[in-house]
T-cell receptor, first 114, second 113 residues
Framework: AQSVTQPDIHITVSEGASLELRCNYS??????LFWYVQSPGQGLQLLLK??????LVQGIKGFEAEFKRSQSSFNLRKPSVHWSDAAEYFC????????????FGAGTRLAVHP | NAGVTQTPKFRILKIGQSMTLQCAQD?????MYWYRQDPGMGLKLIYY???????DKGEVPNGYNVSRSTTEDFPLRLELAAPSQTSVYFC????????????FGPGTRLTVT
């Protein structure tokens, strides 16, 4: 079945530590890939997206993500986490020909310890 | 530009009541979407519209109705509220089919008791 999987429900890191949030998708063709962030009580903000080309994409707030076709993955990374990065992070895909209908993963809640 | 706006921000309904969640965008976007977000879950698509007068069902449309009489507005109607509709509702929009990046409103938190 087509799906987006974020294996980690909660992650806690110390401020200044590196971060990697995992995302795997299950679709026949490579979909368009997105990472969104949701701060408490807020709407969703786009961090970055991948459509084609260079498999390492840069986003806002110092985030980057790497698309690996062989692993059907699109993991989000940040070299040094700030306390303000505490939020919920969603991986999402738009299947090919999907009228921009986003399919979301369940999300990963990030906590940052001082 | 205000972007995507949603009203109300919060609402409590009794079982069986009806209400309309309002969504408007001022970016001249053709595509608009309604999602719901349940605790611990990602967002799920309820309905979407590709232009004025054109709507279609998403993944979880039961219990909801939509209309799109103008490009700017995309209201979501709950006719007979049920506790299962307690959720946070997000509206989003994008310019064209090839735009892909969706802009989200701040959400409406709905409780049905």
């Amino acid at each position: 079945a087509q799906s987006v999987t974020q294996p980690d429900i909660h992650i806690t890191v110390s401020e200044g530590a590196s971060l990697e949030l995992r995302c795997n998708y299950s679709y026949g063709a490579t979909p368009y890939l997105f990472w969104y962030v949701q701060s408490p009580g807020q709407g969703l903000q786009l961090l970055l997206k991948y459509f084609s080309g260079d498999t390492l994409v840069q986003g806002i707030k110092g985030f980057e993500a790497e698309f690996k076709r062989s692993q059907s993955s699109f993991n989000l990374r940040k070299p040094s986490v700030h306390w303000s990065d505490a939020a919920e992070y969603f991986c999402a895909v738009v299947p090919s020909g999907g009228y921009n209908k986003l399919i979301f993963g369940a999300g990963t809640r990030l906590a940052v310890h001082p | 530009n205000a972007g995507v706006t949603q009203t109300p921000k919060f609402r409590i309904l009794k079982i069986g009541q009806s209400m309309t969640l309002q969504c408007a965008q001022d970016m001249n976007h053709n595509y608009m979407y309604w999602y719901r977000q349940d605790p611990g879950m990602g967002l799920k698509l309820i309905y979407y519209s590709v232009g004025a007068g054109i709507t279609d069902k998403g993944e979880v449309p039961n219990g909801y109705n939509v209309s799109r009489s103008t490009t700017e507005d995309f209201p979501l109607r709950l006719e007979l509220a049920a506790p299962s509709q307690t959720s946070v509702y997000f509206c989003a929009s994008t310019k064209t089919r090839d735009s892909h990046e969706q802009y989200f409103g701040p959400g409406t938190r709905l409780t049905v008791t």
